[in-house]
């Protein structure tokens, strides 16, 4: 097979569903005549008879189709028993069956659903959805389906591009990704091969300047550098990750903060500060879009490419030394951040229901905790209030926020106008949690507010040491 109808198969296989139904305990039978036809089909809907289907006393049929959507109807010509399956067709890989996953949101027989959840399947995985269905002569059954595209993560996208014969760097795997999304939304089935294979060699043509336009420029340090400038200075931490670019740029909203023009202006302000008092921190991937796992930061590359021009254009020092934004995402930088607050007053300002620290060991070396609770979610809104808090606290504590982006906002401003020290601390809390429950970097944390699960619900906390170290609520 020419490598160019490889690429169409695995493209089509991708948007692509597969009915196997098989009819037994057959009665009234005419010799000859297939037990399943279409009535009244007007779609690309395939319909075959594969003879190793036939078995003693039973007959079969194969349905599929390139398409996420489709609602068909079958004429059952006898009496009989149905077993419908739901699987995708087959792609070999090294003469071994491939798993192109596709996943099946809902399935439908005479207008009754028969999924209680969605459900990721491939050739090999294929699920039984009705092994019993008794039809008489001439009944009709209508199926209705609705299929979305399967989340590859690298190494599945690796061995797709593998089949492919393209070059397995990351750039074509997210290239990969964009294809199968532009694919769920054409609609123009006819020109649908055309497109792909002209999408495919654009791409592959295209690919290099990209690569080249992401080429580092700033320079970030090291997560070891990072963190070795935050122990050994008395510097403010102020970070800047994909949500904070975002709304600084207006390209999208993070879950518990709405995009606000005071906010994003206030963001570009920092980033482009100059003052030695503050680390700046950025995204390491702004230099080097392959240090991530696709499966867990998916729309890091794409995010990259539609923000940097703008990052750079806004940053009009590129000789500065910018910090690590992921030192609050590594675990391993727990005990280092330990030493920073170990003996110190703090001040913990973080939404009412992050409870940095609850439940764990991360602050059990400090000297004294105050908390300022703030709105879990569009906390920037109430500014203006909790500044005027923050500003109520002698300035010889050391100040933690868990805060979104708000935190870069106050960080910034309670070291430039009132001498603090203050450390956008994010997520640690959360990962050392997930770390110590062995979740990597996500997962439900019991009685704390995470975002990234959605997990936004939770119970009152009546911790008698938490509830003792509120200082203020803002409303």
Known sequence: MEVRELKEKIYKTISSYRLDILATE??????????????GNDTNTKIIYPEWLNKINSKGAIIFNNILDDSIKIKVNCDCKLKINLKNSLIMLDDSPYPIYVVYKSFKINKQEMLDEKVALWHNKSLDIMSNLSAKKDDIVELDLKLELYSYNRSELQDIAKILKIHTDKNINQAILEIVQEISSFNNKDNLNEYLIKKIIYLENELQNIKTYLQPKLKILSLDSTMDELVKSNRSLVRFGDGEIGLMFGKFEVGFQKYNLQLSN??????????????????????????????????????????????????????????????????????????????????????????????????????????????KENAFDKYDDI?????????????????????????????????????????????????????????????KYVNEINQRNVPECKDKDYLSQIVEIIK
């Open 266 to 375: 206030r963001l570009i302000e920092i980033i482009q500060n100059n003052n030695d008092s503050v680390f700046t921190c950025i995204s390491p991937h702004y230099n080097n879009c392959y240090s991530f796992d696709i499966k867990d930061e998916s729309t890091w590359l794409h995010f990259v490419v539609k923000t940097k021009r703008e990052l750079y254009n806004t940053i009009v020092n590129y000789n500065k030394n910018y910090g690590n934004a992921e030192i609050t995402r590594n675990v391993s930088n727990v005990l280092k951040f330990k030493n920073i607050w170990k003996d110190k007053d703090i001040v913990i300002v973080e939404g009412e229901a992050t409870r940095m620290g609850v439940g764990n060991d991360l602050l059990d070396n400090v000297k004294s905790i105050k908390r300022i609770l703030c709105p």
């Open 26 to 39: 057959l009665k009234n039978n005419i010799d000859g005549k297939n037990i399943i036809e279409f009535v």
């Open 387 to 447: 500044l005027k808090a923050c500003n109520k606290i002698d300035n010889s504590h050391l100040f933690l926020i868990a805060l979104g982006p708000t935190a870069t906002v106050l960080a910034y401003d309670l070291t430039v106008g009132g001498g603090y020290r203050a450390l956008d601390i994010g997520h640690l809390d959360i990962i050392y949690e997930c770390s110590l429950r062995g979740f990597g970097q996500r997962g439900p944390v019991p009685g």
